[in-house]
């Protein structure tokens, strides 16, 4: 939405290609309090805010549109291909597809989500203050979530199916040293339960090795196995790390050019609203320049700095 509004500032023909409704992993998020200028706004909220904004300057938004195809043609256009078989044509192109958070998939998950279910420690971490939480998962995210979140919460049960952290050793070290941590190895967790408000208040819990199962009270639950980025649509190699997150430049072009990213789908230290709204300002504004130097003649344009362009 921000790319779109910038674009539209600038007075280019943006078209917006949304799956489902506008906001993203917003929508998926009840309470934000991190967002510049809102002490307290609801994810829809905002996620409607950010599509107003792009549609008054002009952004052209169309939903329900699930992209299957993105390549770059031999004559210099993208392509973008729809499942109803749709086709638009663009001399360049933004993707913000983001990423999406691997799910337990059990019962109660996903009608909780945001209201104790969690898979953002930074996000959310500050609605558990002095609660008893549980964290699931076994590696570097999952480690390292849970010592960040003692910062607010009484408890942390680190929860495991194995016996063993695959996260890094200093990791490992800072989660066994840490009194607020106790792990639960060997479990997995069989269903979220909550109460009549809708509101989380522990979990079913099974051992995988005994199959004894039990409750484990605790008001929110943060999974951290696995997050990955959107970037399949993408026809042709296109840099990226090894978790498949795009690398771009600071211009936030990818290594195709004319193609930009920004937010949860490109390498990048954290996945904020703030920081997708820096990235598709950047990357509204190179795709601008882009398009400037096609139109006065070069094949490649290279973007600069200063807004210069060399052959």
Known sequence: MCAAMYAGRAMLNAVVLERGLPGGELLNTELIEDYPGFESVLGHE?????????????????TGVTITTLRKRDDGLFETVADNGDVYLSPTAIITAGGTPVKLGVPGELEYAGKGVSYCAICDGAFFRNHTIAVIGGGDAAAEESDFLTRYADKVYLIHRRDELRASKILQRRVFENPKIEPI?????????????????????????????????????????????NTGII?????????????????????????????????????????????????AIAAEKYLKGLHDGEREPVIQGTGGYTA
Not at 248 to 256: C, E, K, P
């Open 46 to 62: 905002l996620a409607q805010k950010f599509s107003d904004h792009a549609v008054k300057f002009g952004a052209i938004l169309k």
């Open 185 to 229: 190895w060997d479990t997995v967790v069989d269903e979220v339960q909550a109460d009549g408000q809708g509101l989380v208040t522990g979990l079913k819990l099974r051992n995988v090795n005994t199959g004894i199962v039990r409750n484990l009270p605790a008001t929110g639950m943060f999974v951290f196995i696995g997050f990955r980025p």
């Open 235 to 283: 026809e042709g190699h296109v840099a990226h790390d090894e978790m498949g997150y795009l690398v771009t430049d600071g211009n936030m072009q990818t290594s195709i050019a004319g193609l930009f990213a920004a937010g949860d789908v490109r390498a990048q230290l954290t996945r904020q609203v703030t920081t997708a709204v820096g990235d598709a300002t950047t990357a």
